[in-house]
């Protein structure tokens, strides 16, 4: 009896324990429930304040992390110490730009981005005799921009959610390398890149293009699958005269948008329309802020004419409510050129460089002095500095190698104004057109289609590749807002670029600082205001040294500065020889020279576009934003249907933006100031000759006063 009522107390006592234990974790949870989401339920955290009492320093880590991510910062714990009996004492939880920005790059001149700041944001908790943690310091003030939107970039956030932990699982199980792990959460396919003769990469006049098995399905069903899941995708197909389709292009509402901030210069991609691939493939491209490929639009092209592309042309441009770009890059093609004149007359059209160097082998490859033809016809494009310098490395070129009566050579002659880096200085093409050996240009569909690539995995993986672009432009924006490149000389005007450019663009900027190194000024000679400074600079070629004298001239009435050498107005990037005069003279720089499209603390509008392949839940802005648009849409519906509605409408958005305006609700308070217009997205347009259906907005169908839709004669593999 004693033994079994010993084990009964001994049961009792373990009971009480674990209901004790059950009780102190079901109060944990609660406490930590309640950091989370606030005492009402609520996802917002309070402002740190003195007096502020924990449970434990778990509690205030988590409250301080929800509060940092609730503002736009990360956090990193800063210090602790221990008291006498071991346990912690007092600790510091800080924002992680707290330091002095140091780089530990080798290379001075090459310094790498920092995270430090010197911000002072902080949080003491010291532990009280009842047990509990206080916080007995608070700093608020940060020495950098916030930004709730990009805060899920900072370590100390990241976190994966439960779908992603189940999708992994049986991948790391089954001993998958951790970057394929990783991929295997955006992607669904991989591609393979096969190594292919120059041939395979000319545009093929021979042949009608196939969509292959199934591609008219997929086609069909890729359409189906992006009205519903965006309102604003519109897409069309054009017809010939014998209602046979001849191309298709699509777009979204997101394309739209990006075109409004990057649409100066595009480049219409053609790398697909060969004997390389099996998908008639095209796609309007330019490049964003950070250098990076931004998408405007695809097609597909069926038929390889003239009318075929001018067709596809004036729908991607009727798609652009009409606003052409201001330079057009292309592939050197005599069909695309006829169709660029017809469409964008006032537009400058360019050829690729990079393209052209790519058919030397084809053109030379069995020349016995292939290898010194590639190298003198390479100097002469790339050294040359001026027009006068080029003619005449061109003729020595002929000369030397008898080429006076190579078709090729003289076609490419005759368009010497077209890619002739020496031709093109005053176009404006953003970095996008190679000037420099070793440069290149990407599709943006590379590696994601390849040789065997069919138009139903390319639909299948389509909003894979653009959800992975649109990453990549958030990664780099955050790198941009939370780390800095140290400036390696002391003048101001480096410090202004530091300030507002993106990372990708300040380090072009540096490349022309670095090159103060080799560049020396002499004495200037004054006309009324303006300055002629003799700039002299050492280029280097082939391991030779090339000296090159640049006249540049400052007018002291309006800070202008130009250089014959026109780096700013080809690339947008200040050149070293402008930028030695302007340090010479202890001049600000002007504001001219600072360009949006290389800015990163400006709001663009299409970051809060929905797509298909957009997981808005992350993005309160961005959720408002879209809300916002819908009602916007409605009441534009509505008020079209009379003029004296629409001026009713128009009078009362615009009373309400100077309202948002003066109360500084419409822009994040932690950026600086850029107001967005308020715009309806529907998407309202004519289709072109020929069309057959256009799915507008509403998901209805469209067709033009010739009725070609009844009776198609689908060829090319539809």
Same mark, same amino acid.
């Given at each position: 009896?004693?033994?079994?009522s010993?084990s009964? !107390? %001994?049961?009792? =006592?373990?009971?009480? &324990?674990?209901?004790?234990?059950? +009780?102190? *974790? ?17 996802e917002s ?5 003195v ?15 929800k ?6 910062f990360?956090?990193s ?13 007092y ?6 730009q707290?330091?002095t ?18 911000c002072?944001?902080?949080i !003491? %908790?010291?532990? =009280?005799l009842?047990? &509990?943690?206080?916080?007995?310091? +608070?700093? *608020?003030?940060h ?12 370590r100390?956030h990241k ?9 992994l699982?049986?991948?790391e ?10 991929k ?7 591609s ?8 395979d ?6 042949r ?5 098995v ?5 086609l ?21 005269d014998?209602?046979r389709v001849?191309?298709?292009?699509w777009?979204?509402a997101?394309c739209?948008?990006?075109?409004e ?6 480049t ?18 330019g ?7 931004i998408?405007?639009g ?5 038929s390889?004419d ?20 201001n330079a ?21 059209h360019?050829f690729?460089?990079?393209q ?10 069995a020349?016995?002095?292939?290898e010194?033809i ?16 080029f ?15 190579n078709a090729w050579?003289n076609?490419?002659?005759?368009d ?15 970095g ?5 050996r ?19 995995q ?7 590749v653009?959800?992975r ?13 939370s ?6 000389t002391?003048y ?9 450019y ?7 900027v ?6 103060f ?8 000679t004054?006309?009324?205001?303006i ?17 090159a ?7 002291e009435?309006?800070a202008?500065v130009k ?10 990037i ?17 504001s001219?020279?600072i ?15 929905k ?6 839940s992350?993005n ?6 879209d ?13 079209s249907k ?27 308070s ?19 000759h020929?069309?057959?259906?256009v799915?507008?907005?509403d ?7 010739q009725d ?11």
């Amino acid at each position: 009896m004693a033994e079994s009522s010993k084990s009964s !107390n %001994a049961e009792n =006592t373990n009971v009480d &324990r674990v209901r004790n234990l059950n +009780v102190s *974790l079901l109060d944990k949870r609660e406490n930590v429930m309640e950091i989370l989401y606030g005492k009402d339920g609520s996802e917002s955290a309070e402002e740190p304040k003195v007096g502020m009492s924990f449970s434990s320093e778990e509690e205030v880590r988590l409250y301080y992390m929800k509060y940092a991510k609730q503002v736009g910062f990360g956090v990193s714990k800063r210090s602790s110490k221990p008291g006498d009996n071991g346990k912690l004492r007092y600790f510091t939880l800080a924002c992680v730009q707290q330091g002095t920005p140091k780089s530990n790059a080798s290379n001075i001149l090459k310094p790498r981005p920092v995270e430090k700041m010197g911000c002072k944001a902080k949080i !003491n %908790a010291a532990l =009280t005799l009842d047990g &509990r943690f206080t916080l007995s310091t +608070v700093v *608020l003030e940060h020495t950098h921009a916030l930004s709730p939107g990009k805060a899920i970039f900072f370590r100390c956030h990241k976190r994966l959610g439960s779908k992603a932990k189940r999708k992994l699982e049986p991948n790391e199980i089954s001993g998958i390398h951790t970057s394929k792990n990783f991929k295997s959460l955006v992607e669904t396919k991989s591609s393979e890149n096969l190594p292919l003769e120059e041939k395979d990469y000319q545009i093929d006049k021979t042949r009608q293009h196939q969509l292959g098995v199934g591609g008219s399905e997929a086609l069909r069903n890729f359409f189906i699958r992006m009205q519903q899941k965006n309102d604003h995708f519109f897409y069309v197909m054009d017809a010939d005269d014998e209602c046979r389709v001849r191309n298709v292009f699509w777009a979204d509402a997101r394309c739209k948008a990006a075109y409004e901030s990057f649409g100066d210069v595009i480049t219409f991609d053609t790398t697909y329309l060969t004997k390389a691939y099996k998908i008639p493939l095209v796609s309007f491209m330019g490049v964003n802020h950070h250098g990076q490929l931004i998408l405007f639009g695809c097609g597909l092209i069926l038929s390889e004419d003239t009318n075929s592309f001018v067709s596809l042309f004036e729908s991607w441009l009727r798609f652009m409510n009409c606003r052409a770009p201001n330079a057009i890059i292309t592939d050197q093609d005599k069909t695309l050129q006829n169709a660029i004149a017809r469409v964008f007359p006032r537009a400058q059209h360019r050829f690729c460089l990079w393209q052209i160097i790519k058919r030397l082998p084809e053109n030379f490859g069995a020349h016995s002095q292939y290898e010194a033809i590639k190298s003198s016809l390479q100097s002469c494009v790339y050294d040359s500095l001026s027009r006068d310098e080029f003619e005449e490395s061109w003729q020595k070129l002929l000369e030397r190698y008898n080429l006076h009566d190579n078709a090729w050579l003289n076609l490419l002659y005759g368009d010497r104004h077209l890619w002739v880096p020496s031709y093109l200085k005053n176009t404006f093409l953003a970095g996008m057109c190679t000037i420099q050996r070793g440069e290149g240009m990407n599709s943006f569909f590379d590696d994601y289609v390849n040789s065997k690539t069919t138009l139903k995995q390319f639909f299948e993986q389509f909003d894979n590749v653009l959800r992975r672009k649109v990453e990549n432009e958030m990664t780099a924006d955050f790198n941009s807002f939370s780390t800095q490149i140290p400036c390696i000389t002391h003048y101001s005007i480096e410090k202004q670029f530091q300030e507002v450019y993106t990372i990708t663009k300040f380090k072009e900027v540096q490349d022309e600082f670095r090159g103060f190194l080799y560049c020396v000024a002499s004495l200037p000679t004054c006309e009324d205001s303006i300055h002629l400074y003799q700039v002299t600079d050492e280029i280097k070629v082939d391991g030779f040294i090339k000296r090159a004298k640049f006249c540049v001239a400052f007018n002291e009435d309006n800070a202008e500065v130009k250089c014959p050498c026109n780096l700013f107005e080809f690339k947008g990037i200040l050149c070293r020889h402008a930028l030695r005069v302007l340090t010479m003279l202890d001049k600000d720089l002007s504001s001219k020279y600072i360009l949006d499209r290389w800015r990163k603390d400006l709001k663009r509008k299409y970051t809060f576009v929905k797509s298909s392949y957009d997981d808005l839940s992350g993005n309160l802005e961005a959720q408002r934003y879209d809300k916002l648009t819908k009602s916007f849409f409605e009441v534009a519906l509505i008020a079209s249907k009379s003029e004296e509605a629409c001026m009713k409408s128009i009078s009362h958005v615009s009373r309400l933006k100077g309202e948002l305006v003066h109360h500084g609700s419409s822009c994040d308070s932690s950026t600086p100031s850029h107001h967005l217009p308020v715009a309806s997205l529907g998407i309202s347009m004519q289709a072109p000759h020929h069309t057959l259906d256009v799915m507008d907005q509403d998901g209805g169908m469209s067709t033009t006063n010739q009725d070609v839709h009844v009776n198609i004669h689908w060829s090319a593999g539809f």
